[in-house]
């Protein structure tokens, strides 16, 4: 005597859903009702479940990847962002210095500007001219000479005009001599002056 047959599919049933249930037997059903064993065993064959466990193993093979990768990225990441931030302080030592050096240079060129020059030149001249009346006025009261003596140079003879005036006094030919020279650069500064103010001192850059 055969067994019960199986139980036929009915639409909207259990078996629309999972159709391999429809060559089970009835006993076959009861089993996986009642042996959680036997129930997860036929569950696991199942294709559909075959199918959605590998593309999990699959996932999470990948996201696996992906951390690695990440990892990896991370540290980069953290390696970049220290090479940046020294890139960023020598970038901000070189503009310092470059401001340093444009100032140093924006200094060193107005010394060296026309109007600078010209205006140097004036105060030499002035300066020149009161170093002659300093050299007379200290000729007059009897005094030394306002001029430094050049070095290796020997004092000049002073013996007729320590007799006579003191000592410390310069001779006449001293005083002329150095009094010539002092005005002899006076003049020469007064002449480039005068020449710069009237526009024939002419500047190449």
Sequence with gaps: MSGPPPISPA?????????????LSRDDLQELLSNPAYL?????SLPRVQAMRKHE?????ANQDLAKRNMALGERLVTLRQETARVYEDARAAKARWAQL?????EVSQRYTPQFLLLRLRHATTAQDDLSESLASAFIAAQPSPLPS????????????AAANGAGHQTVEDFV???????????KRAIWTEKW????VHWED
Excluded at 11 to 23: A, I, R
Excluded at 102 to 106: A, D, G, L, S, T
Aim: glycine share 10%; no cysteine; net charge negative.
């Design 57 to 61: 193993e699959l996932q999470m093979l």
């Design 40 to 44: 997860s065993a036929f569950f696991n």
């Design 197 to 200: 103010g009237r526009g024939e």
């Design 11 to 23: 639409p909207g049933t259990l078996f629309q859903d999972f159709p391999e249930l429809e060559g």
């Design 177 to 187: 001599r150095e009094f010539r020279e002092v005005r002899k650069v006076y003049h």
């Design 150 to 161: 050049a070095p290796g140079t020997p004092p000049p003879d002073l013996d007729s005009a």
């Design 102 to 106: 444009e100032k140093e240079h924006k």
